[in-house]
């Protein structure tokens, strides 16, 4: 094998993993655009429930209030 015919398998081969590695890139570059765009949705999602969580504890502590205050009537 002749030193020119070394170089360009070499050269191949590094083409070879190059490529590779930009699909790799646009890939990762894919999933984490995915990613970014679940958490800002689960990040909503969130926000909504702990609302609806405090409005829920908001309603049980008055609706506590108003069974108390009835207990101390009778």
Not at 21 to 49: D, F, G, H, P
Not at 53 to 74: D, G, N, Y
């Amino acid at each position: 094998m002749t030193a020119g015919s070394k170089d360009r398998l070499e050269l191949a081969a590094l083409e070879s993993r190059v490529d590779e590695l930009i699909k790799a890139v646009e890939s990762l570059a894919t999933e984490n655009e995915a990613l970014r765009s679940q958490q800002a949705s689960l990040t909503t999602e969130r926000a909504a429930l702990i609302e609806k969580t405090e409005q829920a504890r908001s309603r049980v502590e008055a609706m506590i209030a108003r069974l108390k205050a009835m207990e101390t009537r009778s």
